[in-house]
């Protein structure tokens, strides 16, 4: 039987069902009702979609038999799979630094900073790089600080040197 | 009635009134360009300045601020799939791909065109519908809401024709996720692993932004190229979008009428009207393989019935007293601190103002159709800036977004964490936009039904509303089928 990343997914869907049924049990049943019947629906369905996943890899099915995905953007094509799943990778490292750098050195200085840092290092000028990171700057000083007056999140360089809002 | 008319446009026609409604129009459709400041934010920002205004000024900075937020966030949509608001998730479908197809210009030219179209239906059933729409939504209770949200429910089954049970799971966790947060009935605490942020719940444009903008952006980084597939932006799109609309008219005409009903329901939302749209055209449509590929017709129809929608939702904020949304419900409380005494009284001596409110919403329209149209060329070179330029800032964009939801850097690891989710949706074949109407409708669903239990126990189900709703549905469900059948019954008959 060949188990495939997709089948992995449909179980670790099946888990989550399968664990909020587990938790709204615990619930009075006006709270819980909603979860109980429909998530036990979602359950059902989970695992009859990968029976048939499984079943048809087994059968052989070709994919190409297999109707197209409705209510969903088309995949992109990819060309390099390999180059992709490195981007796909990078993009990520990407993502989590900016959130470590918002928690340490506060948003208001991180997205810029971040913006300036991936415009540059993928092949932008340093004049673009620096318009760029100046232009989301100028958004986040003129809207969030000046008409919404927003408080910005604590940081740890903002703790340390007393500048949080 | 003609004499109320003429003093409604005689009032509105001075050059202050005016220019409050072009400098509203010009707020709201900014707001709406960027994800995360238009919307009930924006309009709470402006609000006490609306307030100081003279009545006649008040409405039409107002009207042009509040119902020209989905006009200027199909750019977003339609150029990086980020819905800028939630009444233009539907139109990412076909929008983006179209975008990548080289077709940005006629996809927003067409959905600038039936926005102006839907819009002016909108504002035309306001006028219409005021004397005998009473009857009708009165006798709309819990138990015909509950049954008009399954209905939207049970479309994503016909919708997701591809995976019906991926579809139908995926609104369901769409449901579940809507579920995180307080219970209101009980009181009892659903999901909230003993963390205060998640007591208020998820954010729909943190689901919003996680479960399409995100991936997307993953996705172009990943393959570190432009949004477009195609070098070249060609030359005709404009007048194709007009053509589009102009040949798809009665689609037009129909997901208009459905957005200003579903506007008219209050405390339907007004952020499934696209979703309802969509859905009606995927049903109703001839040829419909390319739909989610880049058909315009997927952007005529979400487009059509999202600026219908301010009409309708406008008629029970008036008529009724009773705000269908934040956004009109923040209105109701402008509108009282000018003058105005939203409800019953309003369609007597008060009925001046509703001819204003309706020549303001038309003129909103077609002004911000104008500014959109004036700028499709410059913002359709969008899709040909390079990746660098695009994901850091739409990346950007989307944070500032997700935090502008409680204004927590827990928004922003909530964002991630939902990303996570929608991006191995997106690479397991998962359609993602059933669980964003999912989310959408699950709070309306569970309360509905629950006040239909409450209030009537089980007679509910026996109301004429409730069994011909119920009807629809079953017609909406088996149609799929019965026409899968026809077709199957016809290529036999081919073959033999």
Known sequence: ?165 | MFEAFYLGLSTLASPEALAFLVLGVVLGLWGGALPGVGGPAQLAVLLPFAMLMEPVNAIAFLIGVTTVGNTGNTFTSVLVAVPGGSGSQATVLDGYPMARNGEARRALSAAFMVSMLGGLIGASLLFASIPVLKPIVRSFGSPELFLFTIWGLSMIGTMSAGAPLKGLTAAILGVLLSTVGQDVKSGTMRFDFEAPYLWEGISVVLISLSIFAIPEMIALAARKRMVADVNDIGTTGIWQGIKDAIRHKWLVVRSAVIGTWVGIMPGLGSDVADWFAYAHAKQTEKNTENFGRGDVRGVIAPESSNNAKEGGALITTLAFGIPGSTSMALLLIAFVAVGLTPGPDMLGNQIHYIFIIVIALALSQILASGICWAMIRPAAYVCFFPFYVLVPIIVSLCFLSAFSAHFSIYDIAALLVLSLLGYFMKINGWPRAPIVLGFVLGPKVELYLWLSIARYDMEWIWRPGVIILFSLITITLLFPAYTAWRRGTAEIGTKE
């Open chain 1, 1 to 165: 039987m060949q188990v495939r990343g997709s089948d992995w997914f449909t179980v670790f869907i099946i888990l989550m069902l399968g664990l909020a049924i587990y938790t709204a049990t615990s619930w009075p049943l006006r709270a819980s009702i909603i979860v109980l019947v429909l998530g036990s629906a979602g359950l059902f369905m989970a695992v009859v979609q990968l029976a048939f996943d499984i079943r048809a890899r087994h059968l052989k099915i070709s994919p190409r038999s297999t109707p197209r995905l409705a209510m969903e953007l088309p995949a992109t094509e990819s060309k390099n799979p390999k180059e992709d799943l490195l981007g796909t990778l990078e993009i990520w490292v990407w993502l989590l630094g900016l959130f470590l750098a918002i928690y340490v050195i506060g948003l208001r200085i991180a997205l810029p900073l971040f913006v300036l840092s991936y415009a540059r290092l993928y092949g932008a000028s340093w004049r673009l790089s620096v318009f760029l990171a100046a232009l989301i700057g100028a958004f986040m000083f003129g809207i969030y600080d000046n008409i919404m007056h927003v408080y910005w999140p604590d940081s740890i360089l903002g703790n340390l040197l007393d500048l949080n809002d």
